[in-house]
Each structure stands twice: as structure tokens, then as C-alpha cells.
């Protein structure tokens, strides 16, 4: 036990699924059965070696769908670092092998199938059509108890390897459909955040998050890779006033998606901004409320909106009292209609734009104690 600890884990679990497949023409149905078996053998193991911690799981599946049988292994993997300081310092390396079997989601989904295509791609849902994901992790996490200051990053790289079939027929019909995954698919990943002490009274929290997806399908068995670039940056200062009722927050977010794809060149780019000033209050211990407004701009190639956004909750409750009044409300300033622009390119090559009508609205109601 002083050497390695471990423990080994067994269990079994069943799933059947039911699909219902309508034509409108010949008014015909079929009904399909998805049956699936899991049995899973896992033996986790864990060791330390003064201020490095390792940890690793295998895991034996054994999966019976549809009386066809399939064998395979997941695998995870995890080493981490831990130095002695005063400030408490995490560094970690992590790997992660999984698997994903497809459903009859995407037939259910379909409203361009016919009733042959629907019975005979029915029949590539085995386990052989796993999708198997390959999953690396960079963390480094650092926090000052004595400042409060603190900074967590993650980086990754994900490789998902083919879905449903490595038959190009399937890929098309399939990636046309519902955009899954064709050939392959690369996901790269970073996710900062930052949390610093400006002084005794403020403190600034800073977030930057950035995607970027490759995925390989087939539209009308034509090759195709898509790309998808999606970058969010967004800071907020915040006053941490002691005995004080009324506190402020001030910040921005902006984010960039970019939609690209090979196959007909054609492409999309939505920018927002956002800036916001909020009030948080707390008086006399019975009211409570939290006030947020905001200018969003959004921004495309075909259009510039520009909205004002006013939103919270206000609560009241007296001490030791049985309830508590709320007023919740969003988007006051718009209760009639809100535009806000949806910009997006599917991997068909279509390029989808509209502006969608939000109303804003205000609830009322009370919260009940005993």
C-alpha cells in the first residue's frame, strides 16, 4: 500500500434505442432497434514519488450491439507536479484515449432520408463504426492564498479518428447531413484566466479562450475541410469595498468566430463586442441585487447592430422571516423586440444570415422558507 495504491472496478449496463422511420410519399414505416451491452473491467493506479503524483487507468470494454461483438481498451494517463513553495503550484500532463458510438440520433434528425437510404446506413451502426478520440492536456495552475492572486492555463490537442465507417459513401451521405466527422478531425484548444490584486479594494479578472477545429468531410463526395477560429479576450474590474452596500463592475468581452471551408471557398465572420457595467448591493441584509447593463455590438460582413442591454434580479427579505420577494428582468430596454444577428456557414456551403427578434421580459414572484 506504501508502494502503489490501486482498485479495480467492474460493471455492466444495457441500452436500447428505437427508431421510427416515415416517408410522407408512399406513407410507409419502418421501425429500427439499436440494442447495446456494455461490460467494462477498469483497474486505476496511483503512485507518488516525493512531489510528483502519477496516476493511470486502463479500462477492458467488451460492447454487444446488435448481436455483433466488439473488444477495446480505453486508456488515461496523468502525471503531475507539485513543488514546495509558498505559493501553491500545480503542473500537469495528461492523456486521454476514448471511445464514442454513433446512435440513431442522425436518422431521427434527418428530414431529407428516404426509406432506402435509412434502412441500409442503419445498418454501418456497429461497433466497428467507433469514433475514437485522442485527448492531450497541458494544466498549470497557480494561486497565492497571502494575495489571492491566481492563473490557470490549459492547452490541448484532441485527434478524433473516422466516424460510422472508412466507406467514402457513408461519408458523404452522413457529413452532408449532420456535418459529422468525415476523415479525421483536429481540435486545438488554450484557456487562460488570470485573477490579480490591482489593490487593497480592486481586483482584475482577465479570460482569453481560443479554438481551432480541422474537420475532413465529403460534400456530394467532393473533398472538403473545415475550419473553425473562435477567439474570446475579456476583462472585468471589480471594487471589494468592506462594509460598503453598493459594489461595481466594469469590463468587456470580445469574441471573433471565423467559418472557412475548402470546397466552394465559401466563409463567415462574426465579430461581438460587449461593455458592461454592473451594480452589486447588498442593504441592511434584506435587499439584494444584482444590475447589469451593456452596449453589444455585433458585427459581419453584411450588417452592424448595435443594442443597449439592461437585466438582474432584485431580492427582499426580511431577517428570519418565511419569504423572500424577487423581481428577475432581462433585456429592459427592449421588451418589444431585440435584433440580434446569427451569422453562420454550414459545410453544405450555405451561408446562413438572419436577425432574430428576442423580447425582453420582467418575473415577479416570491420564494417560500420553513
Given at each position: 500500500?506504501?508502494?502503489?495504491?490501486?482498485?479495480?472496478?467492474?460493471?455492466?449496463?444495457?441500452?436500447?434505442?428505437?427508431?421510427?422511420?416515415l416517408e410522407d410519399v408512399s406513407k410507409s414505416n419502418e421501425?429500427?432497434?439499436?440494442?447495446?451491452?456494455?461490460?467494462?473491467?477498469?483497474?486505476?493506479?496511483?503512485?507518488?514519488?516525493g512531489q510528483v503524483e502519477m496516476s493511470a487507468t486502463l479500462?477492458?470494454?467488451?460492447?454487444?450491439?446488435?448481436?455483433?461483438?466488439?473488444?477495446?481498451?480505453?486508456?488515461?494517463?496523468?502525471?503531475?507536479?507539485?513543488?514546495?513553495?509558498?505559493?501553491?503550484?500545480?503542473?500537469?500532463?495528461?492523456?486521454?484515449?476514448?471511445?464514442?458510438?454513433?446512435?440513431?440520433?442522425?436518422?431521427?434528425?434527418?428530414?431529407?432520408?428516404?426509406?432506402?437510404?435509412?434502412?441500409?446506413?442503419?445498418?454501418?451502426?456497429?461497433?466497428?463504426?467507433?469514433?475514437?478520440?485522442?485527448?492531450?492536456?497541458?494544466?498549470?495552475?497557480?494561486?497565492?492564498?497571502?494575495?489571492?492572486?491566481?492563473?490557470?492555463?490549459?492547452?490541448?490537442?484532441?485527434?478524433?479518428?473516422?466516424?460510422?465507417?472508412?466507406?467514402?459513401?457513408?461519408?458523404?451521405?452522413?457529413?452532408?447531413?449532420?456535418?459529422?466527422?468525415?476523415?479525421?478531425?483536429?481540435?486545438?484548444?488554450?484557456?487562460?484566466?488570470?485573477?490579480?490584486?490591482?489593490?487593497?479594494?480592486?481586483?482584475?479578472?482577465?479570460?482569453?479562450?481560443?479554438?481551432?477545429?480541422?474537420?475532413?468531410?465529403?460534400?456530394?463526395?467532393?473533398?472538403?475541410?473545415?475550419?473553425?477560429?473562435?477567439?474570446?479576450?475579456?476583462?472585468?474590474?471589480?471594487?471589494?469595498?468592506?462594509?460598503?452596500?453598493?459594489?461595481?463592475?466594469?469590463?468587456?468581452?470580445?469574441?471573433?468566430?471565423?467559418?472557412?471551408?475548402?470546397?466552394?471557398?465559401?466563409?463567415?465572420?462574426?465579430?461581438?463586442?460587449?461593455?458592461?457595467?454592473?451594480?452589486?448591493?447588498?442593504?441592511?441584509?434584506?435587499?439584494?441585487?444584482?444590475?447589469?447593463?451593456?452596449?453589444?455590438?455585433?458585427?459581419?460582413?453584411?450588417?452592424?447592430?448595435?443594442?443597449?442591454l439592461l437585466g438582474g434580479q432584485i431580492s427582499y427579505r426580511?431577517?428570519?422571516?418565511?419569504?423572500?420577494?424577487?423581481?428577475?428582468?432581462?433585456?429592459?430596454?427592449?421588451?418589444?423586440?431585440?435584433?440580434?444577428?446569427?451569422?453562420?456557414?454550414?459545410?453544405?456551403?450555405?451561408?446562413?444570415?438572419?436577425?432574430?427578434?428576442?423580447?425582453?421580459?420582467?418575473?415577479?414572484?416570491?420564494?417560500?422558507?420553513?
Amino acid at each position: 500500500d506504501n508502494w502503489m495504491r490501486f482498485y479495480f472496478e467492474a460493471g455492466i449496463s444495457y441500452k436500447k434505442d428505437v427508431c421510427e422511420l416515415l416517408e410522407d410519399v408512399s406513407k410507409s414505416n419502418e421501425i429500427r432497434n439499436l440494442k447495446t451491452f456494455h461490460y467494462i473491467n477498469g483497474l486505476n493506479l496511483y503512485k507518488q514519488l516525493g512531489q510528483v503524483e502519477m496516476s493511470a487507468t486502463l479500462s477492458s470494454n467488451y460492447l454487444d450491439v446488435n448481436s455483433n461483438n466488439k473488444h477495446y481498451f480505453e486508456k488515461k494517463a496523468k502525471i503531475k507536479f507539485v513543488p514546495a513553495s509558498k505559493i501553491n503550484t500545480e503542473l500537469e500532463i495528461e492523456y486521454d484515449a476514448r471511445y464514442q458510438l454513433p446512435t440513431f440520433k442522425i436518422l431521427q434528425n434527418n428530414p431529407l432520408y428516404t426509406k432506402d437510404l435509412s434502412f441500409y446506413y442503419s445498418l454501418s451502426l456497429t461497433p466497428e463504426t467507433f469514433s475514437k478520440t485522442d485527448s492531450y492536456k497541458f494544466i498549470w495552475n497557480r494561486f497565492n492564498f497571502d494575495t489571492r492572486n491566481m492563473v490557470f492555463v490549459m492547452m490541448g490537442y484532441d485527434k478524433v479518428k473516422p466516424s460510422f465507417t472508412t466507406d467514402i459513401t457513408n461519408y458523404g451521405t452522413f457529413s452532408s447531413v449532420e456535418n459529422v466527422l468525415g476523415k479525421y478531425n483536429d481540435r486545438w484548444f488554450l484557456f487562460l484566466s488570470n485573477d490579480y490584486k490591482i489593490s487593497r479594494n480592486l481586483i482584475i479578472k482577465s479570460k482569453l479562450s481560443g479554438i481551432l477545429n480541422k474537420n475532413s468531410n465529403f460534400i456530394n463526395s467532393n473533398p472538403n475541410i473545415s475550419t473553425i477560429k473562435n477567439l474570446e479576450i475579456s476583462q472585468k474590474i471589480s471594487t471589494d469595498f468592506k462594509n460598503y452596500p453598493f459594489q461595481l463592475d466594469l469590463g468587456y468581452t470580445f469574441t471573433k468566430i471565423n467559418f472557412e471551408q475548402s470546397f466552394s471557398k465559401t466563409s463567415s465572420t462574426l465579430d461581438n463586442l460587449r461593455l458592461s457595467l454592473g451594480i452589486r448591493a447588498k442593504i441592511k441584509k434584506e435587499w439584494l441585487a444584482n444590475i447589469l447593463s451593456e452596449y453589444f455590438l455585433q458585427k459581419t460582413d453584411q450588417d452592424v447592430l448595435k443594442n443597449y442591454l439592461l437585466g438582474g434580479q432584485i431580492s427582499y427579505r426580511k431577517e428570519k422571516s418565511y419569504l423572500e420577494y424577487n423581481l428577475l428582468f432581462n433585456n429592459l430596454l427592449n421588451l418589444d423586440s431585440f435584433n440580434y444577428i446569427n451569422s453562420y456557414t454550414n459545410q453544405l456551403g450555405f451561408n446562413e444570415f438572419s436577425t432574430t427578434a428576442l423580447k425582453g421580459y420582467f418575473l415577479a414572484g416570491l420564494k417560500l422558507y420553513f
